[in-house]
């Protein structure tokens, strides 16, 4: 007889986050730390702009982002298309975050109007459109992504 084995809980939002004044789960601490590792320190002059992690998100309260279980990278400046090296550097860091998914315990990467979902596939190029959950506007910089790279973990 198959025995059905419960998800662990949620971790919780336990930890400093470097980023502000509230909270990271373990794992998405270790996703910030992946991510600095790989890109640099945020700077204005890098690929990676700016990087920014628990917000309270009062007009979301289902985002990953009170719970301390998402980041968003900026490539670019927020509300700007980016172009050439900034969309490439968005790119990587999609990338990356979509390949090192099992080892930093990506849920799912939301970017350039695109989700990609683990265990999701791909529909049409990478991930699937994205219509911005009845929340944002999907063709708006911000609201679809394009400004910025969403990672939410698992736990």
Do not use: K
């Not at 084995?5 to 509230?22: I, L």
């Not at 917000?55 to 719970?67: C, G, K, Q, R, Y």
């Not at 999701?120 to 459109?129: K, Q």
């Amino acid at each position: 007889m198959w025995e059905v084995v419960a998800p662990p809980p949620p971790e919780p939002c336990s930890e400093p986050d470097p980023t502000s004044e509230g909270c990271l789960t373990p794992t998405a601490l270790r996703l910030h730390d992946a991510a600095v590792a790989r890109f640099g320190a945020p700077d204005p002059d890098g690929p990676l702009r700016s990087l920014t992690c628990w917000s309270e998100h009062a007009w979301n309260p289902s985002s990953d982002h009170p719970a301390g279980r998402a980041c968003d990278l900026f490539p670019t400046r927020s509300g700007r298309f980016p172009v050439g090296d900034e969309l490439g550097a968005g790119w990587a860091m999609a990338t990356f975050l979509r390949d090192n998914a099992d080892e930093l315990g990506v849920r799912y990467v939301i970017w350039q109007g695109r989700i990609w979902t683990r265990g999701g596939g791909d529909r049409d190029g990478w991930g699937r459109p994205y219509d911005g959950g009845g929340v944002y506007d999907p063709t708006d910089a911000t609201g679809g992504h394009f400004d910025h790279v969403h990672v939410s973990v698992r736990r």
